[in-house]
C-alpha cells in the first residue's frame, strides 16, 4: 500500500509562486506514473499535470501550460508541482495521486480513472 502526503500549499498573492511536494511511502515509487489534479470551490475534480515513471514525459491541462512545471526525485520518493504566474482561478485543493497498476508503463493517465493512489490534498488560495 502506498500513502501519498502532499504539504506546500498556502495562501498567495497574484503572481507569485509556490512549489507543492508530495511524498510517497512504501516501495516502487520509481516505477509508477504519477498527476497532479485540483478541486476548486464547488467544482468537480480535474487534471492538472502528470509524469511518466522515469520523469522523462510531462503533461499539462492547458491552462497551467507554461506557469507550472511537474517533477520527480525518484531517490526521494516525491512528486512536485512547481507553479509560477499564479491566478486566483487557480485557487483549488491540490490533490496527488499515483498510477500503481501499470508499473514501468508508458501510459500517463490524463484523468482520475488513470490512478488509483490518492493523496488527501493541500489547499491554495490566490488571492487578487
Known amino acids: 500500500q502506498v500513502q501519498l502526503v502532499e504539504s506546500g500549499g498556502g495562501l498567495v498573492q497574484a503572481g507569485g509562486s509556490l512549489r507543492l511536494s508530495c511524498a510517497a511511502s512504501g516501495r516502487g515509487f520509481s516505477s509508477y506514473a504519477m498527476g497532479w489534479f485540483r478541486q476548486a470551490p464547488g467544482k468537480e475534480r480535474g487534471f492538472v499535470a502528470a509524469?511518466?515513471?522515469?520523469?522523462?514525459?510531462?503533461y499539462y491541462v492547458d491552462s497551467v501550460k507554461g506557469r507550472f512545471t511537474i517533477s520527480r526525485d525518484n531517490a526521494k520518493n516525491t512528486v512536485y508541482l512547481q507553479m509560477n504566474s499564479l491566478k486566483p482561478e487557480d485557487t483549488a485543493v491540490y490533490y496527488c495521486?499515483?498510477?500503481?497498476?501499470?508499473?514501468?508503463?508508458?501510459?500517463?493517465?490524463?484523468?482520475?480513472?488513470?490512478?488509483?493512489?490518492w493523496g488527501q490534498g493541500t489547499p491554495v488560495t490566490v488571492s487578487s
Open positions: 509524469i511518466s515513471y522515469g520523469g522523462g514525459n510531462t
Open positions: 495521486a499515483a498510477d500503481l497498476t501499470r508499473s514501468y508503463s508508458n501510459y500517463v493517465g490524463l484523468g482520475e480513472r488513470g490512478y488509483d493512489s
